[in-house]
């Protein structure tokens, strides 16, 4: 009879540990800074000046927003979305990309290494779409928006 309740004890704290893995990374995320790597040059954005990114992620999906903060009416001008269903497993997060406004990274999958501290979040990882001749390291740094 222990056994059983000590079995029934371990499977709940087993589920509550997967839940909690899973909460950790919902909420909405602004994007502070990106950092791409390609054929040996980098390029480091801020975005916290002249556009603003968020990345918003649920149970199950994710779904990301970038503009201009100009209202599109200068050279800056620029709009990105796109969205789809993810996966985490411990620190490895995998975003599978069904829409966006570029079509070309439509039904690709990305894999990145994850790290929450407090309310950043930094998510490392390759970017490849061969087709499209991507192929690159991407770093990025966000911190959790308050409700």
Do not use: P
Request: aromatic share 10%; glycine share 8%; net charge neutral.
């Amino acid at each position: 009879m222990k056994n059983l309740y000590l079995l029934a004890l371990l499977t709940i704290l087993a589920s509550c540990q997967k839940k909690s893995e899973k909460n950790q990374i919902e909420g909405t995320w602004k994007l502070l800074s990106g950092t791409l790597i390609e054929k040996g040059d980098t390029t480091i954005t801020d975005y916290t000046h002249g556009k603003s990114f968020i990345k918003i992620i649920n149970g199950s999906h994710f779904a990301f927003f970038l503009h201009d903060l100009s209202n599109g009416k200068d050279s800056s001008a620029v709009y990105s979305s796109g969205g789809g269903t993810y996966t985490l497993k411990n620190d490895q997060y995998t975003e599978n990309l069904e829409y966006c406004s570029d079509r070309a990274w439509e039904g690709n999958s990305f894999n990145f290494k994850i790290e929450i501290k407090g309310d950043t979040l930094i998510q490392s990882g390759i970017e490849k779409i061969a087709k499209e001749g991507i192929d690159r390291v991407n770093i990025e740094k966000y911190i959790r928006l308050k409700n």
